[in-house]
């Protein structure tokens, strides 16, 4: 029997979700108006337009308001920044989100570029990434940040643990491995080109799988009691006798409770924090442009 701990993203993000709409009124009382959230969907891939719609409820949910664009698959890179730069002038829009992965044609890092950093809820433009890799205040990556605030919670201090990042995206790898620097662990970022993968996974305290491999971690990979965050989020293939597309992790779940002292579970782990996070730099980024504190306790 596994004696693992599942971190329960979806009740902590419910939490946090909370405590952003507890704390708009008083941002309002103070600037005469709610925090706005943009969010610029091209084309008509299926898994985005869900989280967009997610998004765009949880955004209202929270009191704030949603601006959804949506646009045709088709269109023009110059469109797409045109676009950007009218968020950009627009005083009711404090954060500005483009849903990634944009169409092939489109030049993504060109996209985020055009964000102005003050309005980045995506942590992605060279701003935000330089400012974290400072270890200056900024806009954190959505995903790395709810991960981070999970490993804070189940285990308190990450001094000197040594902790591996399995994947090097901008949007999770890389900022989730600066964001455990800067909180003392010896950090470790593999990628498929890393030799002996399972050699350095059981060397470390703490395993952030995001490499976007259905169940590749495998259990026997971990260091006992080491602690997990899988970020994948796999669908797979119902033609290949899964049940309705079951959605799965990178990590091989049954196999990694035998060893793991927590994990987090796909669904109900990091998912759900992806969104609250986004609401959270929003309200950030919306108290920073009136020249607010920022909201406590967030
Ligand atoms: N501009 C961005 N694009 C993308 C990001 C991002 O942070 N910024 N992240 C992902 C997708 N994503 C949000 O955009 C996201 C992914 C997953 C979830 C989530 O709650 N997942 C649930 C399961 C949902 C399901 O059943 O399909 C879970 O894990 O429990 C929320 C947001 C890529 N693009």
Redesign the pocket.
């Known amino acids: 029997m596994s004696g693992a701990t599942i971190i329960d993203g979806?009740a902590f993000a419910a939490g946090l979700r909370a405590r952003i709409a507890e704390a708009v009124p008083a941002f309002s009382s103070a600037t005469g108006r709610v925090p706005g959230l943009a969010v610029v969907l091209v084309g008509d891939d299926a898994?985005?337009a869900?989280?967009v719609a997610?998004?765009g409820k949880a955004t209202v949910a929270a009191g704030m308001a949603s601006f959804e664009h949506r646009l045709p698959a088709d269109t023009k890179q110059e469109e797409l920044i045109a676009l950007v730069r009218q968020l950009n002038a627009d005083e009711s829009v404090d954060g500005i989100?483009?849903?990634?992965p944009l169409p092939k044609h489109l030049d993504e890092q060109a996209v985020v570029d055009a964000i102005s950093p003050e309005k980045d809820v995506?942590g992605l433009t060279p701003i935000s990434t330089g400012r974290l890799a400072l270890g200056l205040p900024g806009l954190v990556?959505?995903?790395p940040l709810g991960s981070l605030m999970l490993l804070k919670d189940h285990i308190g201090d990450l001094s000197g643990k040594d902790a591996i990042v399995i994947g090097r995206s901008i949007?999770v790898g890389k900022p989730m491995a600066q964001l455990l620097l800067a909180e003392n662990c010896t950090v470790t970022i593999a990628h498929s080109r890393t030799r002996d993968l399972k050699a350095r996974v059981q060397q470390a305290d703490i395993v952030v799988a995001a490499v976007g491999r259905a169940e590749m971690v495998k259990g026997d990979w971990l260091k006992p009691g080491a602690v997990v965050i899988d970020v994948g989020?796999n669908r797979l293939d119902p033609a290949e006798g899964e049940t309705k597309g079951r959605?799965v992790g990178d990590v091989d779940y049954a196999s990694a409770l035998e060893l793991a002292s927590a994990i987090t579970p796909?669904?109900?782990?990091?998912?759900?924090m992806?969104?609250a996070c986004l609401l959270r730099n929003t309200l950030v980024a919306a108290h920073r442009r009136a020249g607010l504190a920022d909201p406590e306790g967030l």
């Open positions: 979806k898994a985005s869900v989280y997610s998004k989100l483009v849903q990634l995506d990556p959505c995903t949007l989020i959605l796909v669904p109900g782990g990091v998912g759900p992806t969104i």
